[in-house]
C-alpha cells in the first residue's frame, strides 16, 4: 500500500488497449444532471420566495394549520380511545400539504399510513381517512373515485402500484401523474428499488417523495443507509434525484411540481428527497425518550413548517394577526367537526367480514358466513331465554 | 406468411395434436384479441416466448406494450400489476419458475388477495398468475417446488391447475376473465403432453371451482390434481388387475373446492386417497383428507390416506424420481385401504 489515505485505486498508467469494449461497456446515461444538489432547495428566506405565487403561499399557510391542528386532534382521539393508533405527521405537514396541493383532480397520491394529511388534503373526507386507524375498515373510500390509493401499511409496497398505474394511464394515453409517498425507512425496502427501476426503465410518468423524517421507528438514517443521500439513490436508476427541505412549504411544492410536469410531459420519473423530522413519537403508542434526545427535537422546532411560512408570510406584508387568527379558528372549527363526527360510533356490521372476499362467494365461506349468522342469532337472544330451549324447538 | 394463413385456414376446423405449452399459448392470445385491456408481462415473455415458449408470438403479434419483458424482479411484476389492475388493465403476469415466485409473496399476499377486501369491493384485483411448478422435468433446485400449499393459505385467492390441454385453454381463459386474482399452476411436466385439440374451435371455458370425474369407479377414489393426474389415471389401469375399480377426481381448483364433487364420490366408493406431489406435512392432501372425513365420516370404510411428496426441500434431479409419487405409492396406498379394524 502506498497510500493508506484513499481506498480508490489510483487509475493505470496509459496503457495502449488493443481493443475498446463493446456497447454494452459504455454509460448509458450521463449522471451529472440526474444528481441532486448538495444542499436541499430552500424558497422561505431566499429571493426565489419572489417568484412564488402569492395565493399559492397563503393556500398553502391555511393547510398547514389545518394540518398542525388535524395532527393534534386525532392524536386527541388515540387518548380518547377514539382511535387505534394515530401516527402524527407533526412537523411533516409541508412535505403533506404540498403533495396533496401539486396534483391535479385525474392525478393518483399513494399514501403510506404516515399520510393521512395528504389525503385530507386532497380533498378526502377526514372520517373516510381515518377508517384504517379507528379499527373500522381499511379503506373506507373508493380510491378510484378520488385517486387515492389506499393508505399502504407494509412499507413502501404502494410504490410499484404507483408505477403500474401510471404506467397503465400512458398506455391508454390518459394525462395522470401518479405521486407515490414513502419514509426514509422505506427506501431500504426491495420494493423501493424495484418501484425505481420500473418506473426509470419504462418512462412512467410517476414521482416518488421520501419523507426523511430522521427515524424508522427507533432506527436514524445513518443505521439505515450509507448512500450519500436518500436523493443520490436516483442515480443509479436514471432518474433525476432531488434535495429540497421539507419544512419550506413552498419549496417542497416547487420541486414537486418541477418533477410532476416533467412526468407529465414524457420526462420521466423523479425521486425527491424532502429532509424533514418527526417532531412526535413514530405513533402514540412509541416512547421516543429512549432513542433520541430533547436537543435534537427543540433544534428542529425552531425549523417548523407552520412558523417558517407564517414568519415569511407576516414579513412580507401579506398575513397579519387577524390572519393569522382566522386560520386558526378555521382551523379549531374543522378540528371541532372532526372530534363530533368521531365520537359517534360507527355502525359495523358483523357479517361484513365475509363479504368482499371473492367476487362470488365460495361455499366454504358461505359455510362459514350460516356458522357465524347462527352465532350472533344466538347471542342476540335474552339470556334466560335462551338457556334450555334449544333442545325445546 | 400468406401460405402460412391459407394452411392455417384450410385445417380450421381439424382437430390435431397440440401440447398444453400450445393451448396456454392460444388462451392468452385469444383473451389478447378480444380484450385490450389484458397485458403479458414477465421475464422473457416477449421475444423469446418465456423459458418454455407459453408466450410465444405475443409480442410480436400484440407489441411489447401489451406483451412485456420486465426487469428482472417478481415483486416489481405483481407490484406493478397491481397499479395496473387499478387503472382497469387485465394482467396476466408469468412467474418464470415456482421457486422464483416468493420474492413477489409480499405483493400477493398483502395487496394482490386483499386489495378487494381492503377497499370494500371497490378495487378488484383482476390479476392472472401463471406460475410453471413441480418437478419431474429433471430441474435442478429451486425449478421444481409445488408451491400450492402457501397459495391456499391466502384467502383471496383462487388456485387452479390444469391437467389435459383441454382444461389449459379453458381454465387460462376463465382466469383471464377473472375479476379476482387466480394463481394459475402450470405442471412443468405436461407442457408437453398432447392431445387432439383444434385450436380453431377450442374446449369450453371451464368454470373455476369445479372438480370432474376423470375415471369411473366403485371401490375407491383417488382424489389429485395437475402433475398427478396422469399417475392416478396410470395406477387406475394398474389397480383392475388387482380388482380394484378406482374412480379418478381431478380437482382442477383448489381454492374455491369443489366439496359437492369429491363428497358426492367418497360417498360412492367408501374409499378415498389423495395424491399430490407437493410436501404431505401441511401439504393440499391434510386439508382435503380432513374435509373429506369431516364429511363422509359415516361412509368411510377406511380412513383416508396420502400419497405425497416427502416432507423434504425438492431433491437433485438425479433422485427425483424417489420422491415424485409414482404409481407403485398410489398402488401400496390401494392395497392399505383394505382397512381392518384391528390392523
Ligand atoms: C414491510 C414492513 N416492515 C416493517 C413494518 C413495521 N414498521 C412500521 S413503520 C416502520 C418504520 C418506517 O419508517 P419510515 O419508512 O422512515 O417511515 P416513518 O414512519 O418515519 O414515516 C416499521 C419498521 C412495516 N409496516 N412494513
Redesign the interface.
Known amino acids: 500500500m502506498k497510500k493508506s489515505s484513499t481506498t480508490v485505486q489510483e487509475p493505470p498508467g496509459a496503457v495502449v488497449h488493443r481493443s475498446t469494449p463493446p456497447p454494452a461497456w459504455q454509460p448509458r446515461t450521463d449522471p451529472a444532471p440526474l444528481l441532486p444538489d448538495r444542499e436541499p432547495y430552500r424558497v422561505l428566506g431566499t429571493e426565489a420566495v419572489a417568484d412564488a405565487d402569492p395565493e399559492l403561499l397563503l393556500r398553502l399557510y391555511a393547510e398547514l394549520v389545518r394540518g398542525r391542528r388535524f395532527n393534534a386532534q386525532a392524536t386527541a382521539l388515540t387518548k380518547q380511545g377514539r382511535l387505534a393508533v394515530y401516527p402524527s405527521s407533526t412537523g411533516q405537514e409541508a412535505c403533506e400539504v404540498a403533495a396533496a396541493l401539486v396534483l391535479q383532480e385525474q392525478d393518483w397520491l399513494f399514501p403510506s399510513y404516515r399520510d393521512t394529511l395528504a389525503v385530507v388534503a386532497r380533498g378526502l373526507d377526514p372520517v373516510q381517512a381515518l377508517t384504517l386507524l379507528r379499527g373500522d375498515?381499511?379503506?373506507g373510500?373508493?380510491?378510484?373515485?378520488h385517486r387515492i390509493?389506499?393508505l399502504s401499511?407494509?412499507l413502501a409496497?404502494q410504490?410499484?402500484?404507483?408505477?403500474?398505474?401510471?404506467?397503465?394511464?400512458r398506455?391508454?394515453g390518459d394525462d395522470v401523474v401518479?405521486l407515490a409517498l414513502v419514509g426514509d425507512g422505506g427506501t431500504s425496502e426491495?420494493?423501493f428499488?424495484?418501484?425505481l427501476?420500473?418506473a426509470a426503465?419504462w418512462n412512467a410518468p410517476v414521482v416518488f417523495l421520501v419523507q426523511n423524517n430522521g427515524f424508522a421507528i427507533s432506527v436514524p438514517l445513518a443505521k439505515q443507509t450509507a448512500a450519500p443521500s436518500l436523493a443520490h439513490k436516483a442515480v443509479g436508476y436514471g432518474m433525476p434525484g432531488r434535495l429540497v427541505d421539507g419544512n419550506d412549504a413552498p419549496a417542497v411544492h416547487a420541486v414537486l411540481a418541477e418533477a410532476v410536469r416533467r412526468a407529465r410531459s414524457g420526462g420521466g420519473p423523479t425521486l425527491i428527497e424532502a429532509v424533514t423530522y418527526r417532531i412526535e413519537a413514530h405513533t402514540n403508542a412509541d416512547d421516543a425518550t429512549r432513542y433520541r434526545g430533547d436537543a435534537e427535537v427543540e433544534a428542529w422546532r425552531a425549523h417548523d413548517p407552520v412558523r417558517l411560512l407564517e414568519h415569511e408570510l407576516t414579513e412580507r406584508g401579506m398575513l397579519d394577526e387577524g390572519g393569522i387568527r382566522r386560520a386558526a379558528e378555521d382551523a379549531d372549527a374543522m378540528a371541532a367537526r372532526l372530534r363530533d363526527r368521531m365520537n359517534a360510533d360507527p355502525e359495523l356490521e358483523p357479517m361484513d367480514i365475509f363479504?368482499?372476499?371473492?367476487?362470488e362467494q365460495?361455499?366454504?365461506l358461505h359455510e362459514q358466513a350460516v356458522q357465524l349468522r347462527a352465532e350472533l342469532d344466538a347471542s342476540a337472544e335474552p339470556a334466560d331465554d335462551a338457556r334450555g330451549q334449544g333442545e325445546a324447538r | 406468411m400468406t401460405t402460412v394463413a391459407a394452411t392455417a385456414a384450410k385445417t380450421a376446423r381439424a382437430a390435431k395434436p397440440a401440447t398444453m405449452a400450445q393451448a396456454l399459448q392460444r388462451a392468452m392470445r385469444d383473451a389478447m384479441a378480444e380484450d385490450p385491456a389484458v397485458h403479458v408481462l414477465g421475464e422473457d415473455v416477449g421475444a423469446l416466448g418465456g423459458v418454455f415458449r407459453v408466450t410465444d408470438g405475443l409480442a410480436a403479434e400484440f407489441g411489447e406494450d401489451r406483451c412485456t419483458d420486465t426487469p428482472l424482479a417478481e415483486a416489481g411484476i405483481l407490484g406493478t400489476a397491481v397499479g395496473m389492475a387499478m387503472y382497469g388493465l387485465r394482467p396476466v403476469v408469468e412467474m418464470q419458475f415456482d421457486a422464483f415466485a416468493y420474492p413477489a409473496f409480499e405483493q400477493l399476499t398483502s395487496h394482490v388477495a386483499k386489495m378487494r377486501n381492503r377497499t370494500r369491493g371497490a378495487l378488484p384485483m383482476p390479476i392472472t398468475i401463471r406460475v410453471p411448478y413441480g418437478g419431474g422435468i429433471g430441474g435442478v433446485e429451486h425449478h421444481s417446488d409445488s408451491s400450492e400449499a402457501y397459495y391456499m393459505a391466502t384467502p383471496g385467492l383462487h388456485v387452479v391447475t390444469p391437467a389435459t390441454v383441454d382444461d389449459a385453454y379453458g381454465l387460462l381463459r376463465a382466469a383471464i376473465a377473472s375479476d379476482d386474482p387466480v394463481v394459475f399452476l402450470e405442471p412443468k411436466r405436461l407442457y408437453w403432453s398432447k392431445a387432439q385439440w383444434s385450436p380453431e374451435a377450442p374446449a369450453t371455458v371451464e368454470p373455476i371451482g369445479r372438480a370432474v370425474v376423470r375415471r369411473t369407479g366403485l371401490s375407491a377414489t383417488l382424489v389429485t390434481y395437475g402433475p398427478s393426474l396422469t399417475v392416478c389415471l396410470e395406477a387406475a389401469e394398474a389397480a383392475r388387475a388387482e380388482g380394484w375399480d378406482l374412480e379418478v377426481v381431478d380437482l382442477r381448483s383448489l381454492v374455491p373446492f369443489d366439496d359437492e364433487t369429491v363428497i358426492a364420490s367418497v360417498r360412492r366408493t367408501g374409499r378415498a386417497v389423495v395424491v399430490h406431489e407437493s410436501n404431505g406435512f401441511g401439504g393440499p392432501g391434510g386439508e382435503i383428507a380432513a374435509r373429506i372425513s369431516e364429511r363422509c365420516f359415516h361412509h368411510l370404510e377406511a380412513p383416508v390416506l396420502r400419497v405425497a411428496g416427502f416432507d423434504i426441500p425438492y431433491p437433485p434431479p438425479m433422485l427425483e424420481q424417489h420422491h415424485l409419487p409414482g404409481v407403485d405409492r398410489v398402488l401400496d396406498a390401494v392395497a392399505r385401504l383394505q382397512w381392518e379394524a384391528d390392523s
Open positions: 375498515w381499511h379503506t373510500y373508493d380510491p378510484r373515485e390509493a389506499p401499511t407494509p409496497t410504490l410499484p402500484h404507483a408505477v403500474g398505474l401510471a404506467h397503465a394511464a398506455l391508454k401518479a426491495g420494493d428499488h424495484e418501484a427501476n420500473f426503465v363479504a368482499h372476499i371473492y367476487a365460495t361455499s366454504q
